[in-house]
């Protein structure tokens, strides 16, 4: 069964440090998400990708947030200079194209890549 | 904006026995799906249910059934013959299905279900 595969599953970072959080999401799907959950909180979107470019971001994706995909099958997301704060579960996840008036299916997730900022 | 609410951060069930989880969601569009993801202690996050905001019939899945009553926009899962493997956190989402929409989901807070054996 096709699967959305995360990479790595633990992270840890100093503060200040860059990280990159890599995701190979279910091959004929094209929406991409990234969502967070810090511990013991609900999750919460991050941002949402489709066509090469981000079609929705929360207020929580600001500027040191960034993603890509830069070879068609990877998509990434970039924290540029980590917080404590940052220290989450981090989930990719997918979706097959949905065109309206088609009906959608569900996103699948990965297993996540708990991110520790120390 | 639309919003998801569990009102209950934890329940504990017998194995064996039944359980409900209560979810009621806001939103003033018509077109939309709910979801139930269980989140077990590995962090994944894994699709239980699903419905169909223009489906009148309550989705069911093996063990899993729904109570979808949308005039009142309630959404909760009932979870027959309790199983250990059930423990888990479960999330309820909420999904806008319109044009233009690329579909981002929100979820409730959780409920944290602990199974006894």
């Known amino acids: 069964e096709p699967e959305v595969t995360q990479t790595p599953s633990h992270q840890v970072t100093q503060m200040g440090q860059e990280v990159i959080l890599r995701c190979v999401p279910i091959?004929?799907?094209?929406?991409f998400y990234w969502y967070r959950q810090i511990l013991g909180q609900k999750v919460e979107f991050l941002v949402s990708?489709?066509?090469?470019?981000?079609?929705?971001k929360s207020e929580i994706f600001d500027d040191q947030f960034s993603v890509e995909r830069p070879d068609g099958s990877n998509f990434t997301l970039k924290i540029r200079s980590t917080k404590l704060e940052d220290s989450a579960m981090y989930f990719c996840?997918?979706?097959?194209?949905?065109?309206?008036?088609?009906?959608?299916?569900?996103?699948?997730f990965g297993q996540g890549t708990r991110l520790t900022v120390v | 904006a639309q919003t998801v609410t569990q009102s209950q951060p934890e329940m504990s069930v017998q194995e064996a026995e039944t359980v409900t989880l209560s979810c009621t969601y806001d939103?003033?569009?018509?077109?939309?799906?709910l979801f139930w993801y269980k989140q077990p202690p590995s962090r994944q996050m894994i699709l239980v249910i699903r419905?169909?905001?223009?489906?009148?019939q309550n989705a069911t899945e093996n063990r899993f059934s729904v109570n979808f009553q949308k005039a009142a926009k309630s959404f909760s899962l009932k979870i027959s013959d309790s199983q250990l493997g059930d423990a888990a956190m479960y999330f309820c989402?909420?999904?806008?299905?319109?044009?233009?929409?690329?579909?981002?989901?929100?979820f409730g807070k959780g409920t944290k279900l602990s199974v006894k054996p």
């Open positions: 939103t003033s569009e018509s077109d939309y799906y």
């Open positions: 989402a909420l999904y806008m299905n319109y044009g233009g929409s690329q579909g981002n989901l929100i």
């Open positions: 091959s004929n799907h094209l929406y």
């Open positions: 996840a997918s979706r097959y194209k949905i065109k309206w008036p088609e009906r959608s299916t569900e996103a699948f």
């Open positions: 419905q169909e905001a223009y489906k009148q």
């Open positions: 990708f489709y066509n090469n470019e981000i079609s929705e």
